[in-house]
């Protein structure tokens, strides 16, 4: 059994049966991609899996205990984190008040933005984040403005932010999208660390399949709203039903 579990799931959108009987085991420890053509259901899989959309059938649990219907702090309390495909940070913030933020959450899942003043004098909020800066190589850019980054370290800043709440799971949505290349391989190498380092899994989807086959150890695949087939990188890359998902190529 995986540390997510994923049960015969169907989400049906008026007339679109968006997934139909979604059966999903990631490992724990693992790194899980989950690909598939456009309008595959990937992202409303997703959106299944963070509580964020519940399910008309089936169940998503972690660690034996289901993610449906709570709202989004409470799955950051199970040890979930969630990267969507555009960086959220708060541009009109440094890199070190960004990373701040998630020492000065709530219980509840709320925030100040004004206490960030406040706390200044507190160095163990500050050398929590300037800790989890250097983690993510961007003690230099400590005081530029978050809006200012590149993309890539902009996506590099909010996964340091997820980081710092010391997931159990981390999902990522198509974190590479919109990245020059050096920026995607740069992205590539710090999640390997991340695995390599920490005890974390990792689901991700992505449609870059240079990103998908150096990062994932399983893959599952989706089609029509179906998993089509899931297996370990090297029986994917050659398998025809995943090149007749793709190509249109009879298999």
């Known amino acids: 059994m995986g540390i997510l579990e994923v049960k015969n799931v169907g989400k049906r959108f008026g007339g679109l049966q968006a997934l139909s009987d979604v059966n999903l085991s990631v490992r724990e420890n693992s790194v899980h991609a989950i690909i598939g053509p456009n309008g595959a259901g990937k992202s409303t899989l997703l959106n299944c899996l963070v509580g964020k959309l519940i399910p008309d059938t089936g169940s998503v649990m972690f660690d034996g205990q289901s993610v449906l219907g709570r709202a989004p702090y409470e799955i950051n309390q199970m ?37 960030i003043a406040n706390v200044m004098s507190q160095r163990d909020i500050i050398e929590t984040a300037e800790r989890m800066l250097e983690e993510m190589n961007m003690a230099d850019k400590r005081h530029m403005n978050a809006a200012s980054l590149s993309r890539g370290d902009k996506r590099r800043l909010e ?72 297996d370990d990188p090297e029986n994917i890359r050659g398998n025809p039903k995943v090149r007749e998902a793709y190509l249109g190529e009879s298999a």
């Open 159 to 230: 996964i340091g932010m997820c980081l710092s709440q010391e997931p159990r799971l981390l999902l990522l949505d198509e974190p590479t999208a919109g990245m020059a290349r050096a920026d995607t391989n740069n992205t590539i190498d710090l999640l390997k660390q991340i695995s390599d380092e920490r005890s974390i899994t990792i689901a991700i989807i992505e449609h870059d399949m240079h990103v998908v086959f150096s990062l994932a150890n399983r893959i599952t695949v989706l089609a029509q709203g179906t998993p089509l087939v899931e």
């Open 79 to 115: 040890g979930i984190s969630r990267v969507f495909q555009t960086p959220e940070i708060f541009g009109d913030l440094s890199v070190l008040e960004n990373m701040m933020i998630p020492c000065l959450a709530k219980r509840d899942g709320s925030f100040e933005l004004n206490a």
